[in-house]
C-alpha cells in the first residue's frame, strides 16, 4: 500500500499572480511599450479608399473600420479607447 504524506504544504501557483495575468506589469511589459496601442492603425489597400469607422456596443473592440469602396469590407478593429 501507498505511504502518503499528510504533512504537505500545499501547493500553490505563480500562474495566478499579477505578473502572469497582467502583461502590462508583468513579463510581457517591454513589448507593451514597444507596440502601443495608440499608435496609427495600419489600412493595407484601404488606405486611399473610402472608409468609416463603425462603433460597437458589446465586445472586447470599441468597433471596426469598414471599406466603403470594397462594399463594406472589414478593415480592422478598432481598440477600447480609441473612439
Not at 508583468?26 to 468609416?52: A, T, V, Y
Not at 456596443?57 to 466603403?68: E, M, N, R, T
Request: aromatic fraction near 10%.
Amino acid at each position: 500500500m501507498t505511504k502518503l504524506k499528510w504533512d504537505r504544504k500545499p501547493v500553490t501557483s505563480v500562474l495566478n499572480t499579477d505578473y502572469f495575468t497582467n502583461p502590462k506589469q508583468g513579463f510581457d511589459k517591454k513589448w507593451h511599450k514597444k507596440h502601443n496601442l495608440s499608435r496609427e492603425i495600419n489600412l493595407g489597400i484601404h488606405q486611399n479608399h473610402e472608409w468609416k469607422p463603425v462603433k460597437l456596443d458589446s465586445g472586447p473592440h470599441a468597433g471596426k473600420i469598414i471599406c466603403i469602396t470594397c462594399n463594406e469590407k472589414w478593415v480592422a478593429w478598432l481598440p477600447k479607447g480609441s473612439i
